[in-house]
């Protein structure tokens, strides 16, 4: 994670299975974000596959699939750039609350990797490739199997 006060999550992932979801708009951005977030989930050791949706607003039901089937995490990774009209407020609400209904819903972790920006400048800053200045994809596998061990050792500890 980045930023002033940001964590350094070392994860033993190893046996668990991510669902890398991705969309399919801005292909530069999202070529970082899923790059980051398949080297984090190799280095952790977690087993990995990528899956390819349309656009942000599908990945909550994608993310349920590969959870109910399962994946013990999914990261979902996206990009939402504002435009002259309202219609990034409602993807941006729609997609936050579904990923995040999805994750209570199934008591599996959810990695938010969906980018909300006013510039497609501010996306390829944080999308991880030479010269951002943040990994989104990676943090959000990061976070994410991270969640999932200590949800592991929360359980175990009941």
Same mark, same amino acid.
């Given at each position: 994670m980045s930023g002033a *006060?940001?964590? @350094? !999550? /070392?994860v033993d992932a190893t046996g668990? %299975?991510? =669902?890398?979801?991705? *969309?399919s708009w801005h292909e530069e951005v999202m070529g +970082?974000?899923?790059a980051g977030a398949?080297? &984090?989930?190799?280095?952790? +050791? =977690? /087993?990995?596959a990528v899956f390819r949706v349309a656009g942000a607003f599908e990945l909550p039901l994608a993310a349920q699939a590969a959870l109910g089937s399962g994946f013990d995490v999914a990261a979902c990774l996206g990009v939402i750039i504002r435009g002259g009209t309202p219609h990034f407020d409602y993807?941006? @609400?729609?997609? &936050?609350? *579904?990923l995040t209904r999805v994750q209570l819903d199934t008591g599996k972790p959810v990695g938010f990797g969906v980018l909300t920006t006013d510039t497609e400048q501010q996306? !390829? @800053? %944080?999308?991880?490739?030479? *010269?951002?200045?943040e990994s989104? +994809? %990676?943090?959000?596998?990061?976070a994410s199997l991270h969640l999932a061990v200590q949800l592991r050792a929360i359980r175990a500890a009941a």
């Open positions: *006060g940001a964590p @350094d !999550l /070392e668990l %299975r991510v =669902a890398i979801i991705a *969309g +970082g974000l899923v398949e080297e &984090t989930a190799a280095a952790f +050791g =977690a /087993e990995h993807v941006c @609400d729609a997609v &936050t609350e *579904g996306a !390829l @800053d %944080r999308a991880g490739l030479p *010269g951002s200045v989104k +994809g %990676r943090e959000a596998v990061e």
